[in-house]
C-alpha cells in the first residue's frame, strides 16, 4: 500500500514579477487561489540593482550570476530578505494566506558554501547549496502556513550567502518530495517551452527524458533552455511529482510546459 | 492541580547593542548559553538612520519615536527586517541557535493599526499593536526553535508598519504567558533600576507594585523610567512570570532588577 502523500505547490517568480506592481498584483490573486499547500520562491535582482547604484555600489554580473562582494551582499540581505520578501508576506496576509518569509539561514532550512574561485573568477558571497533541512519547514507547511523564500543562504558559521532562486525552488522541491507530492512551478516570461520561438502558441506540453533527448537532436530545444529542462528532469528524478514551465499569469491554468 | 508550565526568556535589545559588533558578539554569546526556550526582539534605529541617510533621506524622531514616511518605512522594512534580522539568525545559527527571523506579518504573529495623526502629529507608518496570534510561535518555541523578531508589524491590509520594540517584546511575552513560564528581560543601558542615578552599584533588586508606589512616592523612581516600570508590571499583570531590567552583558546572571 502506498500511502498517499498530500499536495504541495512550489512557486518560483522572478524578481520582474515581483516588483512591478501590476504583475504582482497578478501573482498574488492567482498564487493565493491555488489549491492545497503551497510556497513560494521569490527573486528581487531589479530592486537590488537599483538600491545598489543610489548607495553608489556598482553592480557586475558574470554569466547572468550577480557578483557580490561584501557591501552587495548587505544589499541584497536589505533588499531579498527584508523590502521584497516582507512586503510579499504581509501583501499574501492580505489575501488570506499565513506566509512566513524566512531565508536558508532560518530554521537552518540550507546550508551552502561560497562558491570557490574558478578560472580567475570570483563571485564573492555566492553561496552553492551543500544540504536542505525541510523538516521544521514541512511540519509549518502541514500546520497551515505558506513558506516564501529569499533567495539566500547561509554557510553555518555566520555569514549570509548570495544564491539563485531556481537553485533554492529546485533544491527545496526536491527535500520537501519525501513528505508531499510536489508540483514544482518556474515561472517564465515565455509561455513555456516553445517548439518554434518566434511562435508563443507552439508551447510544448510535455516533455520526459526520452522526448527532450529528440527536441535536442532535433535542435528545436537550445542554449538556456538545456539547462532549465536538465535540472527540471533531475528534480523529476529526485522525486518531484512534475515540473512546470509557464507564464506567471497562467499560475493555476494547466497552461505551459510539464516536465514529468 | 496546576500543570508546569515550561520556562521561555523574551529577551529584548536596542540596536545600540546589535550594531556595534563587540557588544553584538557577547550579546550572542550570553543569548545562546540562556537555558531553555527562548525569544530574542531587536530594534536598530542607528543603521535605519544611516542608511536612511546615505539615501538622502533625513530622519525625523518624536518623542524619541521615529517618524514613518512611505520612504522610510523601506528603510526599515530592509534594515530591521532584512539586514539586522537576518544577520542575528545567520550568526546565532553559528552559535548553535536554531534561530527563525520574523516580523509580525510572518505567520500573522502581529496585526496593528497605523497610529491616528493626534494634536497635529502624525507619526506615519508607525503601528500600535491590536492582536497578537502566539498559537504558531508556540509550536515553534516547542519544537526547538527560537525566533528572532524584527519590530515591524501589519496593518492586514498589505502593510507594514514601523512598530516599538519594547511593545513588540512586552506583547509577545504576554500573548506566550499562557503557555510559557516567561521572563521578559529588556536589556539596558544601565546595570538596572538606579536608586541613585549617580551610583551604578545601587542598582534596586526587586520592585513589585507597592515598593513601586513608595519609590515614586519617594522620588527615587523618576522620568522615563516610570512608564518603563509601568509597562512591566503590566506585562506581570498580564501573566508574565517577571521583568528583569539589565545591562546586556549580565544576560544570564542574576544581575538587574526584577520586576514580579
Do not use: W
Not at 543610489?54 to 527584508?82: C, F, H, N, P, W
Not at 507547511?141 to 537553485?167: F, W, Y
Not at 515540473?243 to 505551459?256: E, F
Amino acid at each position: 500500500m502506498t500511502e498517499r502523500k498530500e499536495p504541495l505547490t512550489v512557486v518560483k517568480v522572478g524578481g520582474k514579477i515581483v516588483e512591478t506592481p501590476e504583475s504582482l498584483e497578478k501573482l498574488l490573486n492567482n498564487f493565493s487561489q491555488i489549491e492545497g499547500h503551497k510556497l513560494l520562491v521569490h527573486g528581487g535582482g531589479r530592486s537590488a540593482t537599483a538600491f545598489a547604484s543610489k548607495l553608489g555600489i556598482e553592480t557586475q554580473m558574470i554569466d547572468g550570476r550577480r557578483v557580490t562582494s561584501a557591501e552587495m551582499l548587505d544589499v541584497v540581505t536589505m533588499v531579498y530578505g527584508g523590502l521584497v520578501n516582507k512586503n510579499l508576506v504581509a501583501k499574501l496576509q492580505a489575501c488570506g494566506v499565513n506566509a512566513l518569509g524566512l531565508t536558508g539561514a532560518d530554521m537552518n532550512v540550507m546550508l551552502a558554501h561560497r562558491r570557490p574561485v574558478k578560472n580567475g573568477v570570483d563571485y564573492g558571497f555566492v553561496g552553492d547549496v551543500d544540504s536542505v533541512d525541510a523538516s521544521h519547514l514541512a511540519s509549518l507547511i502541514r500546520s497551515g502556513i505558506t513558506p516564501v523564500m529569499a533567495p539566500l543562504t547561509h554557510n553555518g558559521e555566520g555569514t549570509l550567502l548570495n544564491t539563485n532562486a531556481d537553485t533554492i525552488a529546485g533544491e527545496t522541491a526536491k527535500a520537501l518530495a519525501s513528505e508531499f507530492d510536489v508540483t514544482l512551478v518556474f515561472c517564465f516570461e515565455l509561455a513555456g517551452v516553445l517548439a518554434d520561438p518566434d511562435d508563443e502558441a507552439s508551447v510544448i506540453a510535455h516533455i520526459n527524458a526520452e522526448t527532450f533527448e529528440t527536441l535536442k537532436r532535433d535542435g528545436i530545444v537550445v542554449g538556456g533552455m538545456i539547462p532549465k529542462i536538465e535540472n527540471s528532469l533531475a528534480a523529476v528524478r529526485a522525486g518531484v511529482k512534475r515540473v512546470i514551465i509557464t507564464r506567471a499569469d497562467a499560475l493555476g491554468t494547466s497552461k505551459g510546459t510539464t516536465i514529468e
